[in-house]
């Protein structure tokens, strides 16, 4: 029986990639949870780029969470990328959107003032336009219609950050947007999506953005 063990981090997005995946597959797994802000030396020596995922399978260990995903999803069924090349290339063009659109909302809770914060919030709205548009075109619930994919995997942990966000500003990223709208909440209820979290995600998640020392983080000092 192979050993899987997942290194996380419990706010990682792309280690959420990998558990929805894993779930999805209903395959167990164990979770090993590392302190990015003081690495242990068995994790430096394992992660060529000094990042979680990693996905240890018995000896080997795989890094970067596409290439742990694609390996899940060629050796556990059930498949969760598209037979056909053309739309399997599509769908791992949008998972690399939704990493383009996780740097932006770095941006966004990381930028030091107003200005940068509305920049952010200006090239996260384009993105999210860009994706209704997209939706627009497609049946759901899921992003390729009855099936769940790796997209929604990718899109599951993006759409969770705006819980928190909503909490304390809303520039209306999901106004106007009904098809968006409704794939984050059919993602927000699968329950690989749900439990690729602990339940103290979003106070974690608070008390993060909360110590940033960003604008953001002085407008949540300032709401409570
Ligand atoms: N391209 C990578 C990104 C992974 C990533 O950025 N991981 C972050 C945490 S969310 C990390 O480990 N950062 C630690 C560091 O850069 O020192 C993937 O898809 O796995």
């Given at each position: 029986m192979t050993q899987l063990k997942l290194v996380s981090h419990a706010l990682c997005p792309y280690v959420q990639r990998a558990a929805i995946t894993l779930t999805e597959k209903q395959v167990s797994f164990e979770r090993i949870v590392v302190d990015l802000g003081n690495k242990p030396e068995w994790f430096r020596a394992l992660s060529p780029l000094g990042k979680v995922p990693l996905l240890v399978v018995d000896d080997a260990v795989l890094f970067e969470s596409a290439a742990i995903c694609d390996y899940l999803d060629e050796t556990i069924a059930p498949r969760l990328h598209p037979a056909d090349p053309i739309r399997r290339a599509q769908h791992r063009a949008w998972i690399e959107f939704a990493s383009?659109?996780?740097?932006?909302?770095?941006?966004?809770?990381?930028?030091?003032?107003?200005?940068?914060?509305?920049?952010?919030?200006?090239?996260?709205?384009?993105?999210?336009?860009?994706?209704?548009?997209?939706?627009?075109?497609?049946?759901?619930?899921?992003?390729s219609g009855a099936d769940f994919s790796l997209v929604d995997a990718?899109?599951?942990?993006?759409?969770?950050?705006?819980?928190?966000?909503?909490?304390?500003?809303?520039?209306?990223?999901?106004?106007?947007?009904?098809?968006?709208?409704?794939?984050?909440?059919?993602?927000?209820?699968?329950?690989?999506?749900?439990?690729?979290?602990?339940?103290?995600?979003?106070?974690?998640?608070?008390?993060?953005?909360?110590?940033?020392g960003s604008y953001l983080s002085s407008l949540m000092k300032a709401a409570a």
């Open positions: 383009s659109l996780l740097n932006d909302i770095w941006g966004f809770y990381i930028a030091s003032d107003a200005a940068g914060l509305e920049r952010k919030t200006a090239d996260i709205a384009t993105k999210f336009q860009r994706l209704e548009d997209e939706l627009a075109n497609r049946e759901g619930p899921y992003f990718a899109f599951g942990p993006v759409f969770r950050y705006f819980d928190v966000f909503e909490q304390y500003i809303d520039p209306g990223f999901f106004d106007g947007k009904p098809n968006l709208q409704a794939w984050r909440r059919v993602l927000a209820a699968r329950t690989s999506i749900r439990e690729a979290v602990s339940p103290d995600y979003p106070k974690l998640l608070d008390i993060f953005l909360r110590n940033r």
